[in-house]
């Protein structure tokens, strides 16, 4: 249950980080202005980061004691094991969760503390004075490695998504014979929405869609 709703909180989290990323295709003057309002929170900002955490913590907690668990349940491994149903990213839940976690600690200091690419601190604030996150983004994806690595960051967290939503219903006691599959093709196609929407953000500054606010 635990695993679930933190789950849900983290999910709430990837839709409204995508659909304030997305702002991009807007302009600066949008994406900028984000940025800024997100910052004006102040005190309420730095709360919901602490809940992320938490969310976070209690979901990666939570998992590996149940693969523990599950693991001392069953001390001798089975001879011959055929995953007759079990999908490819069900069995790997752990590998794909523990890849966005590096990810994301990547993705932090990439954007959020900007300690990995020097240009960022040459950037000019925007002409309303405000820190131009618009041009950061598009100098930190022009290098090919870094949109690279966001893109295999991104593809894990949707295939981690796409077992992942399905078990929500399944934690939450709903398994029906009609809408358990309905519910699991939705959550295949709800995590690839996720990739789509936010894997287009690196291949458009890729080629040239978008393009810096200011010369570096
Ligand atoms: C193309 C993909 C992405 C872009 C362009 C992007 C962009 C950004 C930017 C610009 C910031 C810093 C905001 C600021 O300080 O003004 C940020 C912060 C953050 N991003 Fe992303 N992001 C992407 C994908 C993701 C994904 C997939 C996740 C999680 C799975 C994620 C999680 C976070 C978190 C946790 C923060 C810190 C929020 C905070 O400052 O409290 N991002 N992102």
Redesign the pocket.
């Known amino acids: 249950m635990i695993v679930a709703v933190t789950g849900v909180v983290l999910i709430a ?2 839709v409204g ?1 995508l659909l304030g ?1 997305l702002q991009i295709f807007l302009g600066p003057d949008w994406v900028n202005s984000y ?1 800024e309002h ?2 004006a929170l102040g005190p309420l ?1 730095w709360a919901i ?1 602490a809940f ?1 955490l938490v969310s976070v913590l209690l979901h990666i907690f939570y998992t590996i004691s149940l693969a523990i668990e599950n693991r001392r349940a069953r001390p001798v491994q089975y001879e011959r094991k055929d995953n007759v149903k079990a999908t490819f990213a069900s069995r790997y839940m752990a590998m794909s969760g523990l890849i ?1 976690l590096a990810f ?1 600690l990547y ?2 200091a990439h ?2 503390v900007r300690v990995t690419d020097p240009r960022f601190l040459l950037l000019k604030a925007d002409p309303l004075n405000r820190y131009d ?1 618009y041009s ?2 598009v100098y930190g994806f022009q290098n090919i490695f870094v949109s690279a690595f ?1 893109i295999i ?2 593809f894990l ?1 949707a295939l981690h998504l796409s077992h992942g939503t399905s078990s929500f219903f399944q934690s939450l006691g709903l398994n029906d014979k009609k809408l358990t599959p309905r519910l699991a093709l939705a959550g295949r196609i709800f995590a690839w929405l996720i990739f789509v929407g ?2 287009s ?2 291949i458009a500054v890729l080629f040239h869609l978008v393009k810096p606010a200011q010369e570096l």
């Open positions: 989290f990837v980080h990323n940025a997100l910052r900002l980061r992320l966005v994301i993705h932090l954007f959020t996150v950061m983004m966001y960051g991104m967290l936010y894997t953000i690196p």
